[in-house]
């Protein structure tokens, strides 16, 4: 069965669509990058996911916007290249995690110079939690409503890790395969319909 993604703005598929992964965790080992690496396999091969680096950005000092940092200067230059963005975060303390937070503040200055406005995005994220990262995932929603963020409303994906998540290969394993495809596929014609000209 063909996907849906296949059925619309044909012009769209053959050419590359740069997606800029955010990974809300520092942490060696994490689920959630975990996550963002096997969600990208999902995608059509004509999407190109790449996280970007954010745990060597200085912690946000409005004194720096006239001056920032090459690292900073990096984060923003990934962000313009890219046609869609995609934001896996765990949750800490019924929010973001602060890393995600400054990576966010970091992006949207100087005022004025906003680097993630109108670059649609979806937002996911995995927990041993039950609620699978619900909390944080609205904290971060509400986010992006303020940084002119298009962001993907249905469906939500609140992950909850258990064993089988994913299978020896590093996949998404066979009984969470078909919702988050779904997702995948929601997703991409999300970017379709919003990236930018």
Avoid: C
């Avoid at 959630?32 to 970007?52: D, E, G, I, S």
């Avoid at 409503?145 to 939500?156: C, K, R, W």
Wanted: charged letters at 15%; proline letters at 6%; aromatic letters at 8%.
């Amino acid at each position: 069965m063909r996907r849906a993604v296949l059925s619309i703005q044909p012009e769209f598929i053959l050419s590359k669509i740069a997606i800029a992964v955010i990974v809300g965790s520092l942490r060696q080992g994490s689920f959630n990058r975990h996550l963002a690496t096997a969600l990208a396999r999902l995608a059509p091969a004509n999407f190109v996911f790449k996280q970007l680096q954010i745990g060597d950005l200085p912690l946000y000092n409005q004194d720096d916007d006239a001056d920032q940092a090459p690292n900073v200067l990096r984060l923003k230059a990934d962000i313009a290249r890219a046609q869609g963005l995609l934001f896996v975060t765990p949750e800490y303390n019924r929010s973001i995690p602060g890393v995600l937070k400054n990576a966010i503040d970091h992006a949207s200055r100087p005022s004025g110079d906003n680097s993630w406005a109108g670059k649609p995005a979806g937002v996911l994220g995995v927990s041993v939690g039950a609620i699978g990262t619900a909390a944080a995932q609205q904290h971060l929603r509400n986010i992006l409503v303020s940084l002119d963020v298009p962001t993907l409303a249905q469906p939500e994906a609140f992950i909850h890790a258990t064993d089988g998540l994913f299978d020896a290969g590093g996949n998404i394993g066979q009984g969470s395969r078909a919702f988050l495809q779904n997702w995948m596929d929601h997703y991409v014609n999300w970017v379709l319909r919003h990236m930018p000209a």
